[in-house]
């Protein structure tokens, strides 16, 4: 990656949120980890990178599209996926380096072809264009070989950000589950990529793991119609972005152990099992590529018991970048023996202990929201899952507690997709009733956005 002069990447800040106050005996603290990147958008140049000045980081596309015979059911969905695709491309920021991908049971290039990426202006976004009318229907579905082309594809071009678009209608039913997570396992941590299902017959679970393992976002486009623009918000998106690899680093002292660390906004997502070391005492967990935006992260941090009045730092928060090859400025990024950058924005989380019972009781606002935010997502995802199992009561209770958690944190939205699922009763006691019928266009909404979040309320 190339190093990064001052004026090229947002600037980043870390706030830290937490009620640092523990009774006597207490040894969890959890604190919320706020990561704010600003100043960025597609302003900057990178020092010694290969793009013209004020057109952004060097970035490579790959859009993979559905060409599964089911594609052709109804043959608008076909035409509506070129369509799209063609706005993708026409939003592609002159210089950057992109690939069109035909995905059936194998994948293929569609544009340019030759095993590279080509390089947009007005002409290859035109002959993009003029490929993908030759795009047909027919054949299975293994995604699978799509990203693996992607991510060889993506590789082959020097730059520094990398990101995939991928569209499916359908089913992974022409590999099998290990062969998909096989390909995710290679493409973790060398591209992002961004998941759509179209229509109603693909699988929620396959389409938000693949964004998840990827580190992107999931969503349905349950209408054809509305693809062209969504893709053109998901490549604008991506040509937002700045800085590649960011990796929040964590450093305990000797005797704290952390419990776990995920993403509470704008999406819940676990990073616990994601962490590589980078030193003594110090893990690494993948956050994907930034632009201008604001994430925050929900860090547990078990510490050795302490006397009263006792005070120690139980973690310490920063971001870096790798660095292959190594520069000036970087330290040494621990097993991986490459480098890092450090981004330069640090926070601290603390443990107090008192005998103070108001102190140490007290829960912290963004600690406690965020808390009810992942269970929110929980219980809508095991909700769906007990209806479709069949346990009526079940279901009804999970999804009356999701309705009960969207209300009182003001998750306007996904109320508003419970509300297609279950009558509410009464929000504020979780009170509802499953609706005898409901649209499955509907239940693959709640499910695929079950993990958005809402921040806190000011």
């Not at 992260?297 to 090859?325: D, F, K, N």
Request: charged share 20%.
């Amino acid at each position: 990656m190339a190093n990064f002069s001052k004026s090229s990447v947002p600037q980043f800040s870390v706030d830290v949120y937490q009620n640092e106050y523990l009774p006597e005996g207490g040894r969890e603290v959890n604190a919320i980890v706020t990561v704010t990147a600003t100043g960025g958008g597609t302003v900057g140049t990178a020092v010694g990178a290969s793009y013209a000045p004020g057109q952004g980081p060097a970035a490579g596309v790959a859009i993979m599209v559905d060409c599964s015979g089911s594609m052709d059911y109804p043959p608008t969905k076909m035409r509506n996926a070129r369509d799209a695709t063609a706005a993708a491309v026409d939003t592609l920021r002159d210089g950057t380096h992109f690939a069109v991908i035909g995905g059936t049971h194998v994948a293929k290039e569609v544009y340019p072809g030759g095993g590279r990426l080509a390089v947009a202006d007005r002409s290859t976004r035109e002959q993009a264009k003029q490929a993908l009318r030759r795009l047909s229907a027919g054949g299975g579905t293994a995604i699978g070989t799509w990203l693996r082309l992607a991510d060889r594809l993506l590789s082959s071009a020097d730059v520094t950000i990398r990101h995939g678009i991928l569209l499916t209608d359908g089913r992974n039913e022409h590999e099998s589950p290990e062969d998909l997570k096989a390909a995710l396992d290679s493409c973790a941590g060398r591209f992002t990529c961004d998941a759509r299902g179209v229509g109603t017959d693909w699988e929620v679970k396959e389409v938000t793991g693949i964004a998840s393992a990827l580190l992107g976002t999931a969503d349905i486009v349950a209408d054809p119609t509305g693809l062209a623009a969504d893709f053109t918000q998901m490549m604008e998106t991506a040509m937002g972005k700045e800085v590649a690899d960011v990796a929040l680093r964590l450093w305990t002292p000797v005797g704290t152990t952390i419990k776990f660390v995920k993403q509470v906004a704008p999406t819940v997502e676990a990073l616990t099992d994601r962490r590589t070391e980078a030193g003594p005492r110090a893990g690494d967990y993948p956050t994907g590529s930034w632009g201008d935006e604001s994430r925050d992260y929900h860090i547990c941090v078990e510490v050795p018991t302490a006397g009263l009045g006792q005070e120690m730092l139980a973690a310490r928060v920063s971001l870096v970048v790798p660095q292959p090859g190594g520069t000036s400025g970087s330290s040494a990024a621990g097993s991986g023996g490459g480098s890092v950058q450090n981004l330069g924005a640090q926070g601290l989380i603390r443990a107090v202990w008192t005998d103070d019972m108001v102190a140490s009781t007290s829960l912290n606002p963004q600690v406690a929201h965020y808390t009810g935010q992942a269970e929110l997502a929980q219980a809508i995802q095991q909700g769906l899952d007990l209806r479709k199992a069949g346990d009526m009561d079940g279901a009804t209770a999970k999804l009356g507690r999701a309705v009960q958690l969207a209300s009182a944190s003001g998750n306007a939205d996904t109320a508003k997709l419970l509300a297609k699922v279950v009558d509410v009763v009464d929000a504020t006691t979780g009170t509802v009733r499953l609706k005898a019928k409901v649209e499955e266009a509907d239940e693959m909404t709640l499910e695929t956005r079950s993990t958005k979040t809402v921040r806190v309320k000011k």
